[in-house]
């Protein structure tokens, strides 16, 4: 109890205009966690827009094919690593281009990821774009000695308002998905 | 020594504080009581949390539909938890910031506060993932959002192969295990919080992390009432195929969403780690030098422990004394710790100024300023006084400017805290002819070295040692709290010890003639 005593010395003897005042902080602290938890709202679209995600998670194809090793080769490495056939493990770039409505959206080129540059390679990105009828047309390509786009899709599809629309490449079937 | 330093603390923080006074008190201002408060709403968050958890599914389909179950009747308990949940941390992430601006306005960073204000700037990770996280296990529109929202947050960083976002694109591909993860998340960060929470008290002793029962119970119910009126809502659940277009957002936990879509997600990652480097750095940036730590003189040290009990910042340890033997222990003092505020110096037995040593030497003591010089410009000054009998005042350097209150018939003797003042020395003072003694400290909850004003009130009203003797008159000692920007008071208390010394002058001179007449 020695240290209420104490408190005493200190503390005025809270009169009415003190309860009222604290009344009013308190209403305030209150309102202002209040207001602020829930006002104003966030708008994370402009009105009549929808959004596209695109993104790819694949593994790109070897950068280069195996190779017969010659002797001379072979003689340079190491007794315990002369393999005779050698395969590198790098992976090609995956690229891939989206086109809305004949234009350009997005043009990216994902690097293999791992150390060795053997990993897959990784796509998200997103995009808002006006709700209604869009011409969608998506190409991929995973293989760095080929120029063509192995895989490719072309598409008229409708955006609702805020809909999210999700273009993926499906690896097992090879093809790529609008959804 | 001179009479005043830099005013410590911020005028705007201060007038904020002492206005808030008048309402609360000083001893039960939450402004002065920040600490404690976000103990409280920890308390809530932990309460209204385990009630929630008990009802909650850690299960993709059925997250939303228990929570809306739990909340379906807006007078049930389960959405009166919810709602308290969600303010609570509202009020948490609040207070957090006022916490932090107090201390940074105070400049309570440096030197022996650097272990604390860094322990400080590292809560603030766990709180902003605890309450960001919370709003996922939700999984409502708006926690979707949040989730997705962080995900690409951390996809910003070169830290995983796989993007996190990925997760979120399609129903089919979310599974349960991404739940279990939310909560531990959660429940795992707030409960790591509660350890660095702690680490963050290590270095203070006694820390207030209890608020006073009125203030308790006032922020209690200002949250309960606000989640009785204004229940938070049941938005839809959440839906990965749409983003809705209006999403009702809590500002205060969720702003670094609404600034990564308004800017870019590296944009606030830059944002975000240089507000943190730049406080974590704070301690670290040339400034004002450090205090001279308390020095003990192991001669005159009897090992009473009081020094180590009155240390607010733990600096004092008691180990065997080398030489004196059977038991005897010796107090220690590391320099580290050290805030220099004397305190101890004040609680030293061996502080007595009726010892007709030449010099004065104490037990532990100020190298800026000890005992023995302060008795000596007691002395002195009340030698040199032009008043007959003057008023001393032994007043706190970070207190109310004592410059103000120069007069003739007042001695002022600064101390570095209040509580560095022994209190046979308002004795002594009497003594030696002082009218009155008036001691000025720092509120309860306002003193620099957190303790110094506490100890001082309950030293000089006789309820810890070292006590003011009992013989004293306590007509002619007044401690009184008077903080810079106060010095209003000083005055009025310097006034009344004036006018109670004439009248008791006059009774006193009545009775003489009486006695004769
Ligand atoms: C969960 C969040 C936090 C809690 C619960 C908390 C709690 C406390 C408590 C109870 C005290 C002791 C007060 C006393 O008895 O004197 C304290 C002191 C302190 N806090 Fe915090 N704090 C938190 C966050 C922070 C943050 C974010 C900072 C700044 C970066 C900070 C800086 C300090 C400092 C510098 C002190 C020392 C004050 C002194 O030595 O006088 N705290 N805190
Ligand atoms: C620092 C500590 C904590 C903070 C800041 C915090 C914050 C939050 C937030 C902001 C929400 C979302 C509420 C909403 O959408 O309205 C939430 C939900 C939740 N929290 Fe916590 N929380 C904390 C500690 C805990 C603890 C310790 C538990 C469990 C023991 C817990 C269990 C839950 C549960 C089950 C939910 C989902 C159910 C619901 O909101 O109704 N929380 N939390
Ligand atoms: S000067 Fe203050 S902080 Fe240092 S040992 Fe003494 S009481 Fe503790
Ligand atoms: S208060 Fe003085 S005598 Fe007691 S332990 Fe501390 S230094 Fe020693």
Redesign the pocket.
Known sequence: MAEADNHARTRHTLGWRAWLGQAVLYGLFALVIGVFSHWPPYRHLPPDTAVIKLSVLHTGKPKSACHQLSAEELAALPPNMRAPVSCPRERSPVVVELDIDGAAAARIAAPPSGLSGDGASAIYTRLAVAAGERAIAVRLRDDANNADFAYHIEQRVTLAPAQVLVIDFDAEHGEITLQ | MTRTIAPSGNAAWRWLEQGFDRAFGASGNPLRLL??L??LC?AVLLVSGAWLYAGYDTSVRGAHASVARLTESRWSMGALMHSLHRYATDAFVIL?VL??VR?LLYG??RHF?RF??LS??A??PF?GAAAIGGFWLVWDELGLFSAVASAEWLDALPLLGEPLSRNFLRAAALSDRLFSLFVFVHIGVSLL?VLV?WL??QR?SR???MPTRALAFGTTLSLLALSVLAPVAQPAPANLARIPAALSFDWWVLWPHALMYASSASMTWGIVLAMGAG?CALPFLPGAPRAAAAVVDPQHCNGCRRCFEDCPYGAVSMIAHPTAGHGRELALVDAALCAGCGICAGACPSATPFRSVLQLVNGIDMPGLTVDSLRQQLREGLRASSAPRPLVLFACLHGADSTRVAANDVLVLPLICSGQLPPAFVEYALRDGAAAVLVASCHDYGCEY?LGARWTGARLNAQREPQLRAGVARSRVQWLAAERGEEARLVAALDALRERGARDGQRAMNGHGADHG
Do not use: Y
């Open positions: 600490g404690a976000l103990f920890f957090t916490h932090l201390e309570h960073w506060r604390s204000w400080g700037c809560l603030l709180i919080l929470a963050h008290l203070v820390a207030v992390v406080l957190r």
